[in-house]
Structures are given as C-alpha cells and as structure tokens.
C-alpha cells in the first residue's frame, strides 16, 4: 500500500497552521500539535461571536485551568482543543448533531493520548466549564432574553474576563501548557522537509 492509498483511507485533510496535514475523520497521535491547537483556539471567538467583544476558546481554556484543582488543570486546558481541528459550535446545535459528537468524542481521545490524559473528563472540569458560563454571559452579552437552563442556579466560577488578543492569549495558552505538562510530553512534532 502506497503512502497516497493511506492518506486516501483517511479520508479527506485539512492543513493546520503548522502546515502538516490534519485528518479530522481519523487522526492520529502525531498528528496533533500544541502549536495548531493554540494557535486555532486563539482566533476562534466563543459563543459563535455573539459577544461584545472578542473573547476567544484559548482565553476560555486558560481560565478555566486556572480555576480548577492542580490534578484537574491539563485537563480543563485542553477541554476544548478538539476545537482547533473541528470547529466551535454553540451548545444547542451540538446537542442535535450526533455525528459532529461522535467526530468530536474520536479526535478528543486522540488529544488525550498526546498529552497524557485519561478519556475521561473530570466532574470538576465539567462543573467548571458550566459555571464559567455565567462569567462570560454577565462580561460580555446583554441582558439575557430567556434564562439560561443550565446555568441559573450554578454560583459563576468568579473569573476575570479580559478579551485577549488572539496573540496574547495563544502565547498564555502555550505558557499554561508548558507549566503543566511534564518535560518532553506534549512537545511539538516537527514536520516538513528534511525531516
């Protein structure tokens, strides 16, 4: 089997930011980088840009880290870097697209391989991802037209909202992951020629 008649069974690619080839529909553990991820997750805008003011999936990833118990950090960290190769989507879209879910559930797993994690998110950071919800409605929408269900009778997780710049919040995101990740894992894969 040639090199083209893998790539084909992996179905179609995307090029990340690193400028390696990103099968999203059947990834693998070395195809994942740090860099794409924060890099990705800077420049994606939560709440599909329905916000006041930028405020991106990297920034959101940071704080929650920061928020939840040291054990539970990476995790909280990379809750959402399957984002950086599929996508946000807003919640209640998620919840009726299955295959989206299912695409999404595979390539976590994949993340948690690189990095060292259990598949299994924590209820911590579950929890958290919740209750932040109510920091980044109260910072940066108007007033609420119906309440939120999920969120009503959560406290918020009493986090500072800034609105990085995609630049600062990828190097903050890059500096988190450092801090957490134990030396030599979750280095970047280097690619491309002369490799």
Do not use: N
């Amino acid at each position: 089997m040639t090199e083209i008649d893998i790539m084909a069974d992996r179905g179609d690619w995307m090029q990340t930011y690193t400028g390696r080839a990103f099968y999203p529909m059947a990834p693998y553990v070395d195809d994942i980088d740090p860099v794409d991820i924060a890099h990705a997750l800077s420049l994606i805008c939560r709440y599909g840009g329905h916000v006041s003011r930028f405020y991106s999936v990297a920034e959101h990833c940071v704080l929650l880290s920061q928020a939840v118990a040291p054990e539970h950090a990476l995790w909280a960290l990379l809750h959402d870097a399957t984002e950086a190769y599929v996508g946000d989507m807003v919640r209640p879209l998620k919840s009726a697209m299955p295959a989206y879910r299912e695409a999404e559930d595979r390539l976590m797993k994949v993340i948690c391989d690189r990095f060292g994690l259990g598949h299994t998110c924590p209820a911590e950071v579950k929890e958290a991802d919740t209750r932040i919800l109510r920091d980044e409605r109260d910072a940066l929408m108007v007033s609420a037209p119906l309440p939120w269900m999920s969120i009503e009778r959560l406290p918020a997780l009493g986090v500072d909202i800034r609105c990085w710049a995609p630049a600062e919040a990828e190097r903050r995101y890059l500096d988190r992951l450092a801090e957490l990740l134990p030396v030599g894992v979750g280095e970047p894969v280097r690619v491309g020629v002369g490799d």
